[in-house]
């Protein structure tokens, strides 16, 4: 699956951006604050009808102007196929999503048609930040896999979690009220966590094969990044109770504290350098290899299972040297994934590092892009 074209209207400083017979791979340069993120914003929005930057649509949507709209033209996996997805969110009022011209009910229903990698700076809170964040980088994953019942399973998890804390919050813990969600918890969260360690085994695998051509192609020896190990946390004590058993042996504690203390919704993954923790242990550059070494793992999950996925990668050059660049590039070939990559200078970004995959290079200045 590939983008071959994007349009793009009134999207933060994007007026009217109109991108074709788009390559494999599509290096984007400007200076500061031309418009660069902003198309790969926009290309995030079209896959999941929001912005990687900005909780607010609002603020992404250009001064002065009632809605913004992406519209991308895509061939499908392997064939003559096509498809064409649009998104416009106006200021006030519903996301409109059309598939194919027919007008989607709910956004969800576009997730899956184009699965999108981000790596930007913001990426190092994959290792620095909050479980939440290791929650979604695992989800997006279990989410896009065939078949995983994800979809159906996480909604109504929760749903029984939000009934059983407003329960807690109210300081009832009548047995007829709260046994039924506890079940429906049980029940749900044993499918979460079935899904999730299933990802999760081939997503290790993946990782560490990745990991390790990425570090031997930058030239980097194991020395530099000792023992590095990742697992999977299940978001209650696993080694001693069920999670039937750990809601009912913390209810009280959950009644003191207004809130379910455990389950698939603390889950974690947890980054090991020997015995100390990853994220503060690593340099920069290193968190920034790793986190390359965890999206592409991703992406090559998917990939196994006939998905590609497209990746947007944003001033990878201002955080990685060289080397390390041209690693994370041999491995977008390996994956055979379409990239969009931004950089401040053209030199930046490498005409080298594609190999001799299509390369299409784009100037963008003032909110205006040219092909050069
Ligand atoms: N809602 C908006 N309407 C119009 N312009 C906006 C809006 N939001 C942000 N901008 C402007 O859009 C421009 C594009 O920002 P963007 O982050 O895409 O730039 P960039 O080329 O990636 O810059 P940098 O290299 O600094 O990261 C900026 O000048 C910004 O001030």
Not at 58 to 64: A, C, L, N, Q, R
Not at 79 to 101: F, H, N, Q, S, W
Not at 120 to 148: C, M, T
Not at 244 to 264: C, M, V
Request: glycine fraction near 8%; hydrophobic fraction near 40%; charged fraction near 25%.
């Amino acid at each position: 699956m590939r983008l071959e074209k994007l349009g793009i209207y009134n999207f933060r400083n994007l007026q009217y951006v109109d991108m074709q017979s788009l390559c494999t791979f599509n290096f984007i340069h400007g200076i500061n604050g031309s418009g660069k993120t902003s198309i790969l914003e926009a290309i995030h929005t079209l896959a999941l009808t929001r912005s990687f930057r900005s909780h607010k649509m609002e603020s992404v949507i250009s001064y002065g102007k009632d809605d913004l709209t992406v519209r991308g033209e895509l061939r499908l996996s392997g064939g003559v196929e096509t498809a064409v997805i649009g998104v416009r969110r106006p200021r006030k009022g519903p996301v409109l999503v059309k598939l194919d011209g027919d007008k989607l009910s709910t956004a969800g229903q576009l997730a899956g048609v184009l699965p999108v990698q981000v790596i930007n700076p913001a990426s190092f809170a994959l290792l620095e930040g909050g479980p939440a964040v290791r929650r979604q980088y695992l989800d997006w994953g279990v989410f896009h896999v065939k078949h995983s019942g994800f979809f159906e399973y996480w909604p109504r998890y929760r749903k029984a979690l939000q009934q059983r804390n407003s329960l807690l919050r109210r300081g009832n813990i009548d047995p007829g009220l709260i046994a039924p969600w506890d079940r429906e918890l049980e029940a749900m969260g044993a499918l979460i966590q079935d899904a999730r360690s299933s990802h999760f085994e081939l997503l290790a695998a993946a990782f560490e094969e990745i990991y390790r051509r990425l570090l031997a192609s930058a030239d980097i020896g194991d020395l530099d990044v000792p023992s590095l190990s990742m697992s999977m946390t299940s978001g209650w004590k696993d080694g001693e109770y069920s999670f039937a058993e750990s809601l009912k042996h913390n209810l009280a504690g959950d009644l003191r504290a207004g809130f379910t203390r455990s389950g698939p919704h603390r889950a974690d993954i947890d980054f090991r350098v020997g015995r100390l923790d990853a994220g503060d242990v690593l340099s920069r550059g290193q968190i920034k290899t790793l986190v390359c070494a965890l999206k592409l793992a991703q992406s090559k999950v998917l990939l196994d299972q006939g998905i590609p996925t497209v990746f947007l990668v944003d001033d990878l050059a201002a955080e990685l040297d060289e080397r390390r660049c041209c690693a994370v590039f041999k491995e977008l070939i390996e994956l055979d994934v379409q990239v969009f990559a931004s950089a401040v200078r053209r030199s930046d970004l490498n005409d080298d590092w594609c190999l001799s995959k299509p390369l299409k290079r784009f100037h963008v200045e003032h909110g205006v892009v040219s092909e050069c």
